[in-house]
């Protein structure tokens, strides 16, 4: 079973771009390991809406799939990385306060008693 949750802060903005009919949505996820920070590569597939929501700083919550991409480099050495193949991505931070118009309060000064 390849199942993974992780939380931590996006470390750029969110990079989405069309791949055919579908959606891809790029991020790296800063998490604390201790004294430690590791950073994941994180694959969204098909949630362009995280864009609108998310940015730069924002924490969350990420489930999904880890996945080893390998290839090789112009110089012929091997590579591979980890990444997370994330299946849902739960926003952490409060949602942003809506604004209020103020309230119509009667002016202060002379009052009188009733």
């Known amino acids: 079973m390849n199942?993974?949750?992780?939380?931590g802060n996006l470390t750029a903005d969110i990079e989405t771009r069309t791949v055919?009919?579908?959606?891809?949505?790029?991020?790296?996820?800063?998490?604390?390991?201790?004294?430690?920070?590791?950073?994941?590569?994180?694959?969204a597939w098909n949630q362009d809406h995280l864009q609108k929501?998310?940015?730069k700083g924002s924490r969350?919550?990420?489930?999904?799939?880890?996945?080893?991409?390998?290839?090789?480099?112009?110089?012929?050495?091997r590579r591979s990385r980890i990444l997370l193949n994330a299946y849902q991505v739960e926003f952490l931070d409060a949602a942003p306060a809506k604004e209020?118009?103020?309230r119509n309060r009667p002016p202060r000064g002379n009052r009188r008693a009733a």
Do not use: Y
């Not at 199942?3 to 939380?7: H, K, P």
């Not at 055919?20 to 694959?43: M, R």
């Not at 969350?60 to 050495?77: C, I, P, T, Y």
């Open 100 to 102: 209020t118009p103020p």
């Open 60 to 77: 969350v919550l990420v489930s999904g799939a880890l996945r080893q991409d390998q290839w090789e480099s112009k110089e012929g050495e």
């Open 3 to 7: 199942q993974t949750v992780m939380s």
């Open 20 to 43: 055919g009919e579908q959606h891809l949505s790029k991020f790296t996820l800063a998490c604390n390991q201790g004294e430690k920070t590791v950073f994941i590569p994180v694959e």
């Open 53 to 55: 929501f998310i940015r």
